[in-house]
T-cell receptor, first 117, second 110 residues
Framework: GAVVSQHPSWVICKSGTSVKIECRSL??????MFWYRQFPKQSLMLMAT?????????EQGVEKDKFLINHASLTLSTLTVTSAHPEDSSFYICSANKLGSASYEQYFGPGTRLTVT | SQELEQSPQSLIVQEGKNLTINCTSS?????LYWYKQKYGEGLIFLMMLQKGGEEKSHEKITAKLDEKKQQSSLHITASQPSHAGIYLCGADEFGGKLIFGQGTELSVKP
């Protein structure tokens, strides 16, 4: 159990357009979902923490108006990259904490590769 | 804020050799996680350590957390090509967030 999916797995979009990435916990309910981005050969950088039914908490330096996060249910969070630019090209990974879990173990999605042309 | 420093940043070993990756924290660790990642893919959970002096093993991988809970090591015995990938240590921060070290890229030569 504890499977997290992301959709799409990769996407190419034109500069100026918006892209939505979905993160779903398939077999459990998630109290919190996290969004990370990862540049080539670099580690994961936390972008924001998302709780169902409330506003996301963004890390310092992450533009909330550019990276819109919606957490509509206990199994779905979405990240929308608005007015994407080539510098937004990256690997975006989400993770989820299992509701009722005693530990803070996070379950990671497979990632979404975004390329902005 | 807490910072995690991993060493080495990259490692090339011959198949069958043992290796160790280290993760050092600027603050006391309350939860230390080890993950493996293939480039361009998601993270695979390996182990979690919480107590000072704790040691866990899974197959040929052993992770330890020192008594002071500021340093962890990941040891692979008799490495195989399947062990190749990026190893990341992560630490609990307030609110269930994880911060990560910069990663160690492991290559295993057959």
């Amino acid at each position: 159990g504890a499977v997290v999916s992301q959709h799409p797995s990769w996407v190419i979009c034109k500069s100026g357009t918006s892209v939505k990435i979905e993160c779903r916990s398939l077999d459990f309910q998630a109290t919190t979902m996290f969004w990370y981005r990862q540049f080539p050969k670099q580690s994961l950088m936390l972008m924001a923490t998302s709780n169902e039914g409330s506003k996301a908490t963004y890390e310092q330096g992450v533009e909330k108006d550019k990276f819109l996060i919606n957490h509509a249910s206990l199994t779905l969070s979405t990240l929308t990259v608005t007015s994407a630019h080539p510098e937004d090209s990256s690997f975006y990974i989400c993770s989820a904490n299992k509701l009722g879990s005693a530990s803070y173990e996070q379950y990671f999605g497979p990632g979404t590769r975004l390329t902005v042309t | 804020s807490q910072e995690l420093e991993q060493s080495p940043q990259s490692l090339i070993v011959q198949e069958g050799k043992n290796l160790t990756i280290n993760c050092t924290s600027s603050k006391t660790l309350y939860g230390l996680y080890w993950y493996k990642q293939k480039y361009g893919e998601g993270l695979i959970f390996l182990m979690m350590l919480q107590k000072g002096g704790e040691e866990k093993s899974h197959e040929k991988i052993t992770a330890k957390l020192d008594e002071k809970k500021q340093q962890s090591s990941l040891h692979i015995t008799a490495s195989q090509p399947s062990h190749a990938g990026i190893y990341l240590c992560g630490a609990d921060e307030f609110g269930g967030k994880l911060i990560f070290g910069q990663g160690t890229e492991l290559s295993v030569k057959p």
